[in-house]
């Protein structure tokens, strides 16, 4: 059964539109009542260490092979996997979820135990796991909760086929094998779904920005070639303008943009304190290229949630919501 859609395209009324009929302020709100905040704040630029310390540094997603019954007290520091967990049935066995767990609304009445950055270990001990999910970059808790005799799944970002090999992985560890195929498969179909829909149409040259200081063009980071971010471009009917480079993430500079000359420029950010009046600043800031495609035919959007970088059961959601941005008229 495919899932509805989650972000609908909201256009402020004040963007106007470009040559080709496009609306520049592309806006994907998260959640009502948000307050004033900056674009990017503490919270986001956690999130952006976070995707760039966990992306090609380690193997993919490993199970510790050990003889043990289906866990019955589980903490996840890893968002994408935190979801898949209640997903597939699994949220009653989970006692503890990271700082910048945030779907479902039920990871609120979790303990929190810190994330990728600053795991609290004491406050891990205390809730008495028989699994932990930890990023396999962090190795010295991996090897106190082993010395503890306490099981682990460790995990790194990878391509969409990557995410969906996890989440089999995953669900076969705790004893969900069905629960965890059917997730799988829908994201995968509803992935195919799309990529029939697009077929034929014009792939744009597109720039996926996932952090960027804010009130300006410096920091920013792209997709490279590789990677989840990569891949649901690719299947969201654009292509990458660094395509060519073999790296998950890249830092860049205006000058690079100016060279790469993108068509579209999509640009991520994951604060749900965000409002439409920032966005609308932080979307006008990209005007200091005014040479490049993107901003000259006013071809910018700004998404708004955590289900891009957190590659997970939303991940089709997010790759519709990113197609919508490309090709509008397809929907």
Request: aromatic share 4%; charged share 20%; glycine share 8%.
């Amino acid at each position: 059964m495919r899932r509805g859609r989650q972000n609908r395209a909201v256009t402020n009324g004040t963007a106007g539109r470009g040559d080709h009929g496009h609306a520049r302020r592309t806006l994907f709100p998260l959640a009502s009542g948000a307050q004033p905040m900056r674009l990017v704040t503490r919270h986001t630029t956690a999130l952006v260490a976070t995707l760039l310390l966990t992306v090609a540094v380690i193997p993919r997603a490993q199970v510790r092979p050990r003889a043990q019954e289906r866990p019955a007290r589980i903490i996840s520091v890893v968002p994408a996997l935190t979801e898949a967990l209640f997903a597939i049935g699994a949220g009653d066995e989970v006692v503890g979820v990271g700082t910048f767990d945030k779907h479902p609304a039920e990871v609120a009445t979790r303990t929190r135990v810190g994330g990728l950055l600053d795991p609290d270990m004491e406050r891990i001990f205390a809730l008495r796991p028989d699994l932990i999910i930890f990023y396999g970059s962090q190795q010295d808790q991996l090897a106190q909760v082993t010395r503890a005799g306490i099981d682990t799944f460790t995990y790194a970002h990878g391509g969409i086929d990557d995410t969906l090999s996890v989440i089999r992985q995953l669900g076969a560890r705790i004893g969900r094998v069905r629960e965890a195929t059917h997730l799988a498969s829908a994201i995968d179909t509803q992935l195919v779904d799309l990529r029939t829909r697009l077929e034929g149409r014009d792939r744009p040259r597109v720039l996926l920005v996932f952090g960027r200081q804010p009130g300006s063009l410096g920091n920013i980071y792209a997709s490279g070639g590789t990677g989840f971010l990569h891949d649901m471009l690719e299947a969201a009917g654009g292509r990458n303008v660094f395509e060519h480079v073999s790296r998950e993430s890249i830092q860049l500079s205006s000058e690079a943009i100016l060279t790469a000359a993108p068509e579209v420029i999509v640009e991520l950010t994951y604060d749900d304190r965000v409002t439409e009046d920032t966005q609308a600043a932080e979307v006008a800031v990209w005007d200091r290229l005014s040479s490049v495609p993107a901003v000259r035919n006013s071809r910018v959007h700004l998404l708004l949630g955590n289900q891009f970088v957190q590659p997970g059961p939303r991940m089709a959601d997010a790759t519709e919501a990113i197609a919508h941005a490309l090709h509008p008229d397809a929907f």
